[in-house]
T-cell receptor
Framework: AQRVTQPEKLLSVFKGAPVELKCNYS??????LFWYVQYSRQRLQLLLR??SRESIKGFTADLNKGETSFHLKKPFAQEEDSAMYYC?????????????FGEGTQLTVNP | DTEVTQTPKHLVMGMTNKKSLKCEQH?????MYWYKQKAKKPPELMFV???????INESVPSRFSPECPNSSLLNLHLHALQPEDSALYLC?????????????FGPGTRLTVL
């Protein structure tokens, strides 16, 4: 079974402050981890995935297999970062991709 | 075309109605998905199609009937729904070159069942 846990439902920071959104996962094999973001009234969109090791909009995430974590970080938060963030895991299936989402963290960046 | 499109944007239906949701992508993706998303909750997987064949059904009630007429189109036929089925229905697609390819989501159809 695969499971994703995001312990914080709500997170509020001030503009310019560092932000970290936590994500822990449970999966017996080698998972692929993703962060998706949903801005108000917009579609769910990929922010980053661990295999690409990219930094998107200043966000980074490192897969820590020992701690089974994939926390999302940004050194200086911006007001436009306010959104719902979902951590997601995709396991190896024989057909299709079973994407399991965490409950999400609503990030608010205050001016 | 690099987007997944969904129609209609909004749908209101009675419990005795029959309606369909439509999803389209022209990115050459060979896997397509239906998700259900309740307010303030994450998307929940309903169905997966791989190469136009149903590969995953997450024990969805039979009042939801998916159909994949070709590699670009995905439909979800609705019949005798309940008010608790009101939600945002999301379609997604992925390449399927490797099973963990990124999924790209449509904007969703907001369904209200009266």
């Amino acid at each position: 079974a695969q499971r994703v846990t995001q312990p914080e439902k709500l997170l509020s920071v001030f503009k310019g402050a560092p932000v970290e959104l936590k994500c822990n996962y449970s999966y017996s094999g080698s998972p692929e981890l993703f962060w998706y973001v949903q801005y108000s009234r917009q579609r769910l969109q990929l922010l980053l995935r661990h295999i690409s090791r990219e930094s998107i909009k200043g966000f980074t995430a490192d897969l820590n297999k020992g701690e089974t974590s994939f926390h999302l970080k940004k050194p200086f938060a911006q007001e436009e970062d306010s959104a719902m963030y979902y951590c997601a895991l995709s396991g190896r299936e024989t057909s299709g991709s079973r994407l399991t989402f965490g409950e999400g963290t609503q990030l608010t960046v205050n001016p | 075309d690099t987007e997944v499109t969904q129609t209609p944007k909004h749908l209101v239906m009675g419990m005795t109605n029959k309606k369909s949701l439509k999803c389209e992508q022209h990115m050459g993706h060979r896997a397509m998905y239906w998700y259900k998303q309740k307010a303030k909750k994450p998307p929940e997987l309903m169905f997966v199609y791989s190469y136009e064949k149903l590969s995953i059904n997450e024990s969805v009630p039979s009042r939801f009937s998916p159909e994949c007429p070709n590699s670009s189109l995905l439909n979800l036929h609705l019949h005798a729904l309940q008010p608790e089925d009101s939600a945002l229905y999301l379609c997604a697609s992925s390449r399927l070159r490797v099973v963990q390819d990124t999924q790209y989501f449509g904007p969703g159809t907001r369904l209200t069942v009266l």
